[in-house]
């Protein structure tokens, strides 16, 4: 299985399509793949502040595989801060939605908080609907219509969807428009909740702890700049870390990879064509 080890490789690759205007749904990020390759692909997802949903739109060979060798086939939702993940196939068509913690509550039925850190199926969240909106999506005559129908079944989920607590959405957009540097205590304070309440509620409503959370937007923050081609010490010190070597640490405990590995990430460069826009898909 050939692995695409470079940035040049990844945007060589593949065939990215992205929406020709804005979506009328806040907070969802949409992007369709094809391989450019008939050579079988190995491609390390790198972690992001969004929960994303895989749809497999081509013969069936694309795999989702988590860290401990899981393979989910067809469509598979993939939580916030999910180590290790690797798409592998042949001949790879697929759709890739990203959304907000905040949307994927709503529309995942408040079960993305159990997804994670993890990959499941989304048959098992949605059910049988999961199996016919593939089905549309595969017979789809052209990116623009998957987009269509995506965003149409995103919006119907939506409305009878759960909502976050507005303390909780506060939190979450607060760490975003501070990229993750920010103190759970004082976001505690701003919402007149204690610490523990707090924690508590955000985790079961997002999936990730308050500080967690901070975290992997600053990692984000990190791991981009890296990959724009600054080094290493001066993005530990414009992003807020200690010093390079937490910068380090961080790295490695989300990407599982060197600051200099993951600046050279195929991953980053076909994330940042597809989904280009900043805010974390406008849901601040």
């Given at each position: 299985m050939r692995a695409v080890d470079s940035a040049h490789d990844a945007v060589d690759v593949w065939e990215i399509a992205t929406p020709s205007r804005p979506g009328r749904l806040r907070g969802v990020g949409m992007a369709g793949f094809r391989a450019r390759t008939t050579d079988p692909v190995d491609l390390a997802v790198v972690p992001y502040p969004a929960v994303t949903l895989a749809f497999d739109i081509g013969d069936g060979t694309l795999a989702v595989v988590d860290s401990e060798g899981r393979e989910q086939r067809d469509s598979a939702v993939i939580g916030m801060a999910a180590d290790g993940v690797r798409g592998l196939g042949r001949d790879v068509a697929c759709l890739q939605l990203r959304l907000s913690p905040l949307l994927a509550h709503a529309v995942l039925d408040g079960a993305s908080a159990e997804s994670g850190g993890r990959v499941v199926p989304l048959d098992d969240l949605w059910g049988r609907d999961a199996a016919r909106l593939r089905e549309r999506l595969c017979a789809a005559g052209s990116w623009e219509e998957r987009f269509a129908i995506a965003e149409a079944a995103l919006a119907l989920r939506c409305e009878g969807?759960?909502?976050?607590?507005?303390?909780?959405?506060?939190?979450?957009r607060q760490i975003v428009t501070h990229q993750g540097s920010v103190r759970v205590d004082r976001l505690a304070e701003a919402v007149g909740w204690s610490r523990k309440w707090l924690w508590s509620r955000f985790r079961a409503q997002l999936g990730l702890t308050p500080k967690r959370a901070a975290q992997l937007v600053r990692f984000d923050q990190a791991a981009h700049h890296l990959a724009a081609g600054n080094a290493?010490?001066?993005?530990?010190?414009?992003?807020?870390?200690?010093?390079?070597?937490?910068?380090?640490?961080?790295?490695?405990?989300?990407?599982?990879?060197?600051?200099?590995a993951v600046a050279i990430a195929p991953w980053l460069a076909v994330d940042d064509i597809a989904w280009a826009e900043p805010g974390?898909?406008?849901d601040v």
């Open positions: 969807g759960r909502v976050v607590d507005p303390e909780v959405a506060y939190c979450w290493a010490a001066r993005v530990a010190a414009e992003i807020g870390y200690v010093d390079q070597s937490h910068l380090h640490r961080d790295v490695m405990a989300f990407a599982g990879a060197t600051p200099r974390y898909l406008h």
